[in-house]
């Protein structure tokens, strides 16, 4: 008995809408089995025969490039599968239709058609730094094929980001952990059988470790109390020793709202890097820096977005005369460091931070909402201050 193939055909189905015309679908065929796929091309059933628009359709030539497109795709998937002698499954094959980029010989392009896929699941720094990292590939090289990846190829791109971008380590290691990214989805999709970056070492990234003493910190306090400030900068200060006091990262205080504030003794809420839920108690000096109580659905704080923030955070520090470089991420170092010297346990921390990575949080326990605020209480009566 002769083995049968999938086959696929554009067809038109029955259901007419309001303005006469019907969408077409791929008819895929799969062991005798038949399933149907939109491809969203709508055309009177009059102009629609043999699998292609007639003229009497005023964009009978960009529909028929369309559906030569999708065609042509759906051809290119079936053999595929048939050249590796790959058993096809409907949900195999409605994977690799929808992937925009798939077939694509070309880096870059499967590169942007990620950052699509992406821009409605990753938060927009994140997007940005996609964005950013594929317009210093396009710097490097107009055109880059899958083929062309190669260790030769990364050490190569890495010497120019150091030479004429002038990158850090830091940044070099984050530029080529993009890289390697965009790869896996790659392998993930078929679009290439192993990432070439696989045996690459990247190192490791050594982190700003600023933050600021409990001394600093007063003397920030002072300045925000005494009204010397602009209001725009008050504002970023104000949210930004919020933070310093709770250990809440960029993004979660720029979406908290009053709803996450219970009973005005701590917040409860989803952190949005890791997706844990935390308890944070609010000691009295966060409590303080909350204006007045707001509708659940009202943010606490207007924070501003992130370069500004910065911004005003370098003038804020030159003003209060603290000779460090520091940014808002610091706010998180700030709580972490004081908050050990304070003689907080470091479960404690952790477990207020919302650390997941057992490399970083070590091994703590649940903690009972009335403990961590008793241990949070000594933020309120600070005896010594020993910074490692």
């Known amino acids: 008995m002769s083995k049968t193939y999938p ?29 149907y796929f939109p ?13 292609t628009v007639s003229r009497s359709d005023p964009d009978y030539k960009n529909k028929n490039t369309l559906i030569d497109h999708y065609f042509i795709k759906a051809k290119k998937i079936l053999f595929d599968y048939r050249i590796e002698d790959k058993f096809i ?38 997007i940005k730094a996609y964005k950013s ?46 890289i390697k990214s965009i790869l896996n989805k790659a392998v993930a999709q078929g679009i290439i059988k192993e990432n070439p970056m696989k045996n690459y070492t990247l190192g490791s990234i050594t982190g700003d470790r600023q933050f600021l003493s409990m001394d600093e910190l007063n003397i920030l306090e002072k300045l925000l109390y005494t009204n010397h400030l602009k209001p725009n900068k008050a504002n970023v200060l104000r949210y930004f020793l ?25 917040i409860s809420l989803q952190m949005i890097k890791t997706k844990e839920y935390v308890n944070i108690p609010l000691i009295s000096k966060a409590k303080d820096l ?26 804020i520090m030159k003003t209060a005369g ?22 907080i346990p470091y479960d404690v921390i952790s477990k207020i931070l919302g650390h997941t990575d057992i490399k970083t949080t070590k091994i703590y326990t649940k903690y009972e909402l009335n403990y961590l605020s008793k241990e949070m209480c000594k933020w309120n009566n600070p005896t010594t201050f020993h910074p490692e």
């Open 7 to 35: 086959s696929v055909k554009i067809v038109q189905k029955d259901y007419t809408r309001i303005d006469g015309t019907r969408n077409l679908f791929l008819r895929l065929t799969i062991n005798r089995k038949i399933r």
């Open 39 to 51: 491809i969203n091309i709508y055309v009177n059933p009059d102009h629609f025969k043999s699998g």
């Open 89 to 126: 499954t409907f949900d195999k094959f409605q994977r690799d239709f929808d992937n925009s980029s798939y077939g694509s010989k070309s880096f870059l392009d499967f590169y942007e058609g990620q950052i699509e896929i992406l821009k409605d699941k990753l938060e927009l720094n994140t």
């Open 133 to 178: 990292q594929l317009i210093k590939l396009k710097e490097f090289r107009k055109e880059i094929l899958f083929n062309d990846i190669d260790l030769n190829f990364i050490s190569t791109y890495e010497g120019f980001i150091i030479k004429h971008k002038k990158n850090n380590k830091n940044t070099v290691i984050k530029s080529l952990t993009y």
């Open 242 to 266: 919020f933070c310093c006091y709770t250990g809440l990262r960029y993004q979660d205080i720029k979406k908290l709202r009053f709803r996450d504030i219970i009973n005005n003794e701590y």
């Open 290 to 315: 909350i204006h007045r109580k707001g509708f659940d659905n009202q943010n606490v704080f207007k924070v501003l977005t992130g370069q500004p923030t910065n911004r005003y955070l370098k003038e």
């Open 322 to 343: 603290i000779q460090k470089k520091i940014s808002f991420h610091c706010a998180r170092h700030t709580f972490a460091t004081v908050s050990k010297s304070l003689g």
